[in-house]
């Protein structure tokens, strides 16, 4: 996720390269506490309850303000991110991304999870030239290798 975002950050002029990068390596660190991991990978409840950006947001938060002299504007845009990376309320997100590198955060981290939606297909329905309908995806995934053309 973080080579797609920097990699969509270096075609954009005027980006904090630095942020984008905190940002995309960040954005999902409440999943840290969001799951157990005793016995088999399930939600905490803590997770159930809140979920990954509020708990991520919190992390982030509490970390920030143990570093005296933290900058104010980047706690700020950092907090931001963490809110704002799914992008859409429907999607959970607190808030929608306000400023570049949080917009390309969000659509980085969806890009990301999509690709992997398509590679989950294509070794889930090895030889086949269509996937079945995927809900996550809303859509049918047409699978045939390059190597078919």
């Known amino acids: 996720m973080a080579e797609i975002a920097g990699q969509i950050g270096s075609c954009v002029r005027d980006l904090d390269q630095d942020l984008l990068l905190t940002g995309a390596l960040l954005h999902d660190i409440g999943k840290a ?16 309850l809140l979920g990954h950006i509020v708990m991520g947001y919190q992390m982030l938060d ?5 570093i005296v002299g933290f900058p104010a504007e980047l706690r700020l845009r950092l907090l931001h991110i963490i809110l704002s990376h799914h992008g859409q309320y429907e999607f959970q997100s607190p808030k929608r991304p306000k400023f570049a590198e ?11 999870a ?6 989950d297909a294509k070794e889930k329905f090895p030889g086949q030239d269509w996937s079945p309908f995927l809900p996550s995806l809303e859509r049918y995934l047409y699978l045939k290798d390059k ?3």
């Open 33 to 48: 506490q969001e799951y157990s991991y005793v016995g088999k990978i399930d939600y905490t409840n803590d997770g159930r």
């Open 102 to 112: 949080a917009l390309i955060i969000h659509h980085a981290d969806m890009l990301e």
């Open 147 to 149: 190597e078919g053309l």
């Open 62 to 66: 509490e970390q920030m303000s143990q």
């Open 114 to 119: 999509d690709l992997w939606k398509f590679k």
